[in-house]
Structure formats: C-alpha cells, structure tokens
C-alpha cells in the first residue's frame, strides 16, 4: 500500500462547481503537505502547500490538512475549464529525501 | 527564468544502449531529484541529492546511476536500456524542507 492514496478518478463537473479533491495518507512522520497541477504532457505544477494541520487559501484554491484523520483536500470554488488537469497530492516529513506523491485525480470541468 | 530544464525532451533507445538525461536548475537550490511516471503508477523518487556532492536511492533506483555534476546539474544515466525503462523521466529541485519542488518538462523515454 502506497504511503499517499488518491482516487485516479476521473472526477467531472460543471463549469462553476465547487471541487473537492482528497488524499490520504498512511506516514504520521509526514509534516509538509502539497497539491501540484499537471496539465497533459507537462511537468507538475506546484500549487500550494502547508504545513502540519489547518487551512490555506490561494485565490480560488484552498488547501486542508486534518492530521488527527490523516487526509488532505484541495478545493476549488467557481471552477473553470482551464482548471482541467491532473492533481497530484504529495508529503514530506521535512527531510530532503523527497516528496511522497499519490497517484493523481484527473479533473474534467464540462462548460 | 527557467527553472528546472531537462534534455532531451524525447528519446528513442534500442534494449541494452545507454544514454544520460541531463537537468540543470537555476534557483540556487541544495536539493535535487530524478522521478519517473508511469501510467498508474504516479511518480516514484529514482534517486536524490540532497546537497551538492552526495547522492542516495529513493523508491526505484535499479537500473539507474546518478552523477551530481556542481550545484546546477544533476543527470541520470541508463547504462543497459530494458523496455521497463519505458517512461517519462522528470528531474525537480527544491528549497529546504522540501517544501516547494519545482519540476522540469520531462523527458519522454521509449526502450524498444
């Protein structure tokens, strides 16, 4: 079982929903959370992080860690098709051993 | 600003040919990395390099060798192609802690 667990999708909805997207993960040495965009054929994108339990926001996304049930979500408000993509959720225990990543969601927003 | 650049972009190789896949970063980072994607399997750490002049093995690093060429550079090479190496290679670097990775555009590998 990977450390990181994500849903491969794919998860589609209507232009202007909101977005949910879930990881979790299994490592409590992890501390650092991150959510990275990949569009087809690209490199991953890094979108946002945190850290430890809480939420961040970053225009219309916003990031959240529940560390006590292990699980991290990324929402998005008023969705766009250009917001269609791969989301990649990763963790790191703060090393430089690198990043944990799951497998990816792939998001389809329909106009 | 460039960021993480990888060459080659595409890359052809016949079972048992080597080849290096080169990455250079121009953010001043410490750290720097090697992943492949494969379909169903997301990213996996080939190796790592913490700091310029130490290299060490992440989740998949059979196969593979690493040469941390100064705080710019960091290549892997394929010594003897096998068609599992089929992939998309992407080199990343990132800050302390790991925090904010940057990635290349990736080298898409085909071993025939």
């Known amino acids: 079982q990977k450390e990181v667990e994500q849903d491969p999708g794919p998860l589609s909805v209507p232009e202007g929903a909101i977005v949910s997207l879930n990881c979790t993960y299994s490592n409590s040495a992890f501390q650092y959370f991150m959510w990275y965009r990949q569009y087809s054929r690209k490199g991953p994108e890094l979108l946002m992080y945190t850290y430890s339990s809480g939420n961040k926001e970053d225009g219309r996304f916003t990031a959240q860690v529940d560390k006590s049930s292990k699980y991290i979500s990324l929402f998005i408000r008023d969705s766009q098709p250009s917001d269609s993509a791969t989301y990649l959720c990763?963790?790191?225990?703060?090393?430089?051993?690198?990043?944990?990543f799951g497998k990816g969601t792939h998001l389809i927003i329909q106009p | 600003n460039a960021g993480v650049t990888q060459t080659p972009k595409f890359q052809v190789l016949k079972t048992g040919q080597s080849m290096t896949l080169q990455c250079a970063q121009d953010m001043n980072h410490n750290s720097m990395y090697w992943y492949r994607q494969d379909p169903g399997m997301g990213l996996r750490l080939i190796y790592y390099?913490?700091?310029?002049?130490?290299?060490d093995k992440g989740e998949v690093p059979n196969g593979y060798n690493v040469s941390r060429l100064n705080k710019r550079e960091f290549s892997l090479r394929l010594e003897s192609a096998a068609p599992s190496q089929t992939s998309v290679y992407f080199c990343?670097?990132?800050?302390?802690?790991?925090?904010?990775?940057?990635f290349g555009q990736g080298t898409r590998l085909t071993v025939v």
């Open positions: 390099s913490a700091s310029e002049g130490t290299t």
């Open positions: 990343a670097s990132s800050n302390y802690r790991n925090t904010e990775a940057f």
């Open positions: 990763a963790a790191s225990g703060g090393g430089a051993d690198g990043l944990t």
